[in-house]
């Protein structure tokens, strides 16, 4: 299926699908404070909005990934990878020498996905969920404490 899938730019006037966004990062606040100051691409499926990635420029070399979905129905088919390598390609074509990445201690198919990918384990924010985040959050019974930061050389 992933031969069906158009990933398109999310233009500024349409409603970001906050239901996918909120998957990954389930702060409103968060996302919304780095939605305004990146690009977001949309992976669309027969007229159906089935993933997202933001991409947000943190210095002229680096860009970071801050948010990458798949709708639960479609997760495991490929799908992550393929807006990974959109993202990749896109930072590469702008220019950037590097793309990062950070997720949580508890992310672990996130963390399987990005290391497959040929990303590194850069840096640990140490209790930045705890620190930036009104609620406890739990994953898979594991307690949201620590972003793991990954890199990757374009
Ligand atoms: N455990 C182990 N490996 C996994 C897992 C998992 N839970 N999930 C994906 N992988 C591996 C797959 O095995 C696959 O490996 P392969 O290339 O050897 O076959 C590879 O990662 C790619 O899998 P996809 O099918 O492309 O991944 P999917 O379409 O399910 O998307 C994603 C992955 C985006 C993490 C999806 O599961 C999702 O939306 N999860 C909920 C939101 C989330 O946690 N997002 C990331 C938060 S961090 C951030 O946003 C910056």
Redesign the pocket.
């Known amino acids: 299926m992933t031969d069906q899938i158009v990933i398109r730019q999310l233009n500024e006037d349409e409603v970001p699908p906050y239901e ?1 966004l909120l ?3 389930p702060s409103r606040e968060m996302v919304d404070g780095y939605l305004g100051a990146s690009e977001a691409y949309v992976a669309v499926y027969k007229n159906e909005t089935v ?1 997202i ?1 933001v991409l947000h420029p943190v210095n002229a070399s680096v860009a970071e ?8 129905r ?11 390598n959109d993202a990749e390609r896109r930072a590469r074509a702008y220019g950037f020498k590097v793309v990062q ?4 201690n508890s ?4 963390l ?2 990005y290391q ?2 040929g990303f590194e384990i850069k840096d640990i924010k140490r209790n930045f969920f705890i620190d930036n985040y009104a609620e406890p959050l739990f994953e898979d019974g594991i307690r949201v404490k620590h972003m793991i930061v990954l890199e990757k050389e374009l």
């Open positions: 996918l998957d990954a990062d993933g990635y990934i801050k948010n990458i979905a798949v709708a639960g479609y997760q495991g088919r490929g799908i992550g990878k393929l807006l990974l990445i950070g997720t949580g992310s672990t198919g996130p399987a996905l497959k990918r």
